[in-house]
């Protein structure tokens, strides 16, 4: 099975801190997303990445950078966290054709900005 | 633009049958997905749909009309498991990106 691996589950940071948020999968994929969940927002996309080291606004980029040094790694970036980064964070992966060629979602990380 | 409508919430009781509905508004299209979310886990492929018609699964069942920008899911014999949130999602035409409705919230009493 495709494995997408978020480093963390929960995470508490302070204002102004600069935060990293991990993402690993296993599927050789080149294709990978980051999303923020708010309830009754649904589900809003941040930056993606079709390559190494490529990388694309999504809908919502501010406040947000991101990293893809390796293909199996993407990295979301809080230049300086802010208290309405507060969500719940997920990676998602593209490219399973069990899956149609559907996402695999990370676990999720649920950010706390205080 | 992308539009993509799902109730927010919807109750049922076990034993029933429910059908969840998404509407779309895409300016293109390359498939339809829903996926299940239990609260604080991620979302899991449920079922998916580029054809017109209805694709069942066990309990599940998605429905697509293209030329309506129309789905629906129907989970039927609910169980107490399947209180959960739906997401309804567009694939674009490079079939390269989703873009997910709001979800939709089921409660499944006994």
């Known amino acids: 099975d495709v494995k997408v691996t978020q480093s963390s589950r929960y995470l508490v940071k302070r204002t102004g801190e600069k935060v990293f948020l991990e993402c690993v999968q296993d599927?050789?994929?080149?294709?990978m997303f980051w999303y923020r969940q708010d309830p009754g927002l649904g589900l809003r996309l941040i930056y993606f990445?079709?390559?190494?080291?490529?990388?694309e606004k999504g809908d919502i980029p501010e406040g947000y950078s991101v990293s893809r040094e390796k293909k199996e790694r993407f990295s979301l970036i809080l230049e300086s966290a802010s208290t309405n980064q507060t969500s719940m964070y997920l990676c998602?992966?593209?490219?399973?054709?069990?899956?149609?060629?559907?996402?695999?979602f990370g676990s999720g990380t649920r950010l706390t900005v205080v | 633009g992308q539009n993509i409508d799902q109730p927010t919430e919807m109750t049922a009781t076990e034993g029933a049958i429910v059908q969840i509905n998404c509407t779309y508004q895409?300016?293109?299209?390359?498939?339809l997905f829903w996926y299940q979310q239990h609260a604080g886990e991620a979302p899991t492929f449920l079922s998916y749909?580029?054809?017109?018609g209805l694709e069942e699964k066990g309990r599940f069942s998605s429905f697509l009309s293209r030329s309506k920008g129309y789905s629906y899911l129907l989970l039927k014999e609910l169980q107490m498991k399947d209180s959960a949130s739906y997401l309804c999602a567009v694939r674009n035409n490079a079939g390269n990106m989703l873009t997910f409705g709001g979800g939709t919230r089921l409660m499944v009493k006994p």
């Open positions: 990445s079709y390559d190494v080291k490529m990388k």
């Open positions: 749909n580029v054809l017109d």
């Open positions: 599927m050789d994929h080149e294709n």
């Open positions: 895409t300016s293109g299209f390359n498939g």
């Open positions: 998602a992966s593209k490219g399973d054709p069990r899956l149609n060629y559907g996402y695999t």
